[in-house]
């Protein structure tokens, strides 16, 4: 009698999702304290892609007084009814001076950025001016409050300005400066170690033997790591070897918040990733329904006891495919909101657009599909030729995916669901908000 094998059904990768998001929610709670996603104070001049751990409220109103938006002089709208009119200059205000109160009937020379004295009440520029020997001509009777920035009229004080979760940008950072915010509290940065696995793979710079190939997987995986604002250890390359490899995760496992590898997680015989898993933790799902992608791997891994002291008792452990393609794309879907998460981000996914198709796509596929794809001049997207999970310039070419359900085929000027990369690299978090 012949033994019949029944291969587990994949996982959708919506499920797939869902389960990520809350264990990794779970693991952040469980954190020393109960706090969640340790904080730090950090000088808002180094702050740029840190994750605020808290409201920045302004004390101060932005602009602290009416001030000049040009380069002009500042005037009574009452003394200049009409075009044409002349007034005496009486006063010089350049920016970071404090003038004295415009006298009815003078005007004063004011510049970008200088306090407008008491008693006027608009600005004319320099160019609707004309110097005579009596003073200054002005060309264009002004209009109340013209080219004059109000006091608070960019921020007032005590309004919310920054939100916790935000992950910070040039202008946030700007914005922080502006109400006079020297440090921030940030999150602290997630810690990841990466180590690519297999016995034939070589480092650039070094010689190639045949059967070798160089390991790109190492540099673009730290390259993402680093993009999504994570502090990133390569651990190097490990030998098809399952005693090496479950020491490799035993050690890496102590200090690091997660473990992220590439290669050695599908079915072969020297695939040892999934049984040191096991071994040394514990594995939560394996095998997705996605192409590229298959073989992705969630789990964790124990500490030592030792180690409990101020760190969680277990580090998260993610298994990529070792093609690259498949790598990259996996990475953007599943390791990059797991990222934002232990960075003290909200859960977030890359939003898609409704754009036209200019491909056929005629050979669908029982898994869901991730091709990758370009923008064109037209308005459309362009697919690239060779969609190989092993094709690593496709991914340099592209600057998006679309996500093509299982069976879904597609011809020319169809709609489909385009994911920008910008999307995936650096989903939306909560946003600037100016509040009362």
């Known amino acids: ?64 007084l009416d001030n000049s938006a040009m380069d002009g002089y500042a005037v009574r709208c009452a003394d200049l009814p009409t075009d044409g009119l002349v007034l005496p200059q009486t006063q010089r205000i350049a920016a970071g001076q404090l003038g004295d109160r415009l006298a009815p009937g003078s005007c004063a ?192 891994l124990h500490r030592a006891l030792a180690a409990g002291a101020g760190s969680a008792s277990h580090a998260l452990y993610m298994g990529l495919p070792g093609n690259p393609s498949a790598s990259f794309v996996t990475f953007l879907l599943l390791v990059r909101p797991v990222l934002g998460l232990l960075s003290g981000e909200p859960w977030s996914a890359p939003r898609s657009t409704a754009l036209r198709a200019d491909f056929d796509w005629p050979r669908a596929d029982k898994r869901r599909e991730f091709v990758r794809v370009r923008r064109n001049a037209d308005g459309g997207v362009s697919l690239f030729p060779h969609q190989g999970s092993g094709v690593l310039s496709s991914a340099v070419w592209a600057d998006g995916l679309v996500d093509l359900a299982a069976g879904q085929t597609v011809q020319r000027g169809d709609v489909v669901s385009f994911l920008p990369l910008s999307e995936c690299l650096q989903p939306a978090s909560t946003q600037c908000q100016l509040e009362p």
């Open 109 to 300: 020379r004011i510049f970008t950025g200088a306090p407008v004295p008491q008693g006027a009440d608009a600005v004319i520029m320099q160019e609707q001016t004309a110097l005579d020997a009596a003073g200054v001509c002005f060309l264009n009777a002004p209009r109340l409050g013209q080219n004059i920035r109000r006091q608070g009229e960019d921020i007032a004080i005590g309004a919310k300005v920054l939100s916790r979760g935000l992950r910070l940008a040039p202008a946030a950072l700007g914005v922080a400066a502006s109400v006079g915010a020297s440090e921030l509290t940030v999150y602290r940065r997630p810690r990841v170690a990466v180590l690519t696995t297999g016995n034939e793979l070589v480092m650039p710079g070094q010689s190639l033997p045949p059967g070798a190939i160089y390991n790109s997987n190492r540099h673009t995986l730290r390259g993402l790591i680093q993009a999504a604002g994570a502090d990133c250890v390569d651990l190097g390359i490990v030998p098809d070897d399952l005693a090496a490899t479950r020491d490799m995760l035993r050690r890496a496992a102590q200090t690091h918040d997660l473990i992220l590898t590439s290669g050695g997680v599908s079915v072969g015989e020297e695939d040892h990733l999934k049984a040191a898993v096991q071994a040394e933790g514990e594995l939560n799902f394996w095998q997705l329904a996605i192409k590229p992608g298959k073989p992705f791997v969630f789990g964790r």
């Open 1 to 64: 009698m012949t033994a019949s094998y029944a291969p587990k059904p994949l996982m959708p990768l919506d499920e797939a999702l869902q389960r990520l998001r809350e264990a990794v929610q779970s693991h952040v709670a469980g954190l020393p304290g109960g706090q969640g996603v340790p904080t730090e104070s950090v000088d808002s001049f180094e702050a740029l892609g840190r994750v605020l751990a808290s409201d920045v409220v302004s004390p101060v109103d932005v602009p602290p």
